[in-house]
């Protein structure tokens, strides 16, 4: 049985920085396109950023550019959003997806909620003005 398991999320000032975790168990991050996404109070979840393995390919929200970073421990078999200069726009619920890589030949649509087999169930980071 496949489980993404957040952790690391709180409260933080504006400005600051905070890196949270996405353990995974039953399936190996190595051979998965890793992605996370986020849901504000009132609005729809959205994409954040995405990677295939190796980073073949990648891509990222215009709003987090230069400032949000995904990774991946292929050891640990957990991925990492490392979140810097935080705005109050940023608090949401942040969730990890995974979806098995196909190859080149078939990329991924990131941004594509669908396209992800398996979801984390979320955690909340706040970021206060």
């Known amino acids: 049985q496949v489980h993404l398991d957040e952790s690391g999320g709180g409260l933080v000032q504006a400005g600051g920085s905070l890196r949270v975790s996405c353990a995974a168990s039953g399936l190996a991050i190595k051979f998965y396109t890793l992605s996370w996404f986020r849901q504000a109070p009132g609005k729809e979840r959205e994409f954040v950023v995405g990677t295939t393995p190796n980073a073949g390919s990648a891509s990222s929200a215009d709003s987090v550019k230069g400032r949000f970073t995904i990774s991946r421990d292929t050891a640990k078999n957990t991925m990492y959003l490392q979140m810097n200069s935080l705005e109050s726009e940023d608090t949401a619920v942040y969730y990890c997806?995974?979806?098995?890589?196909?190859?080149?030949?078939?990329?991924?649509?990131?941004?594509?909620?669908?396209?992800?087999?398996?979801w984390g169930q979320g955690t909340q980071v706040t970021v206060s003005s």
């Open positions: 997806a995974a979806r098995h890589y196909e190859g080149p030949s078939s990329p991924p649509r990131f941004e594509s909620e669908s396209e992800y087999t398996y």
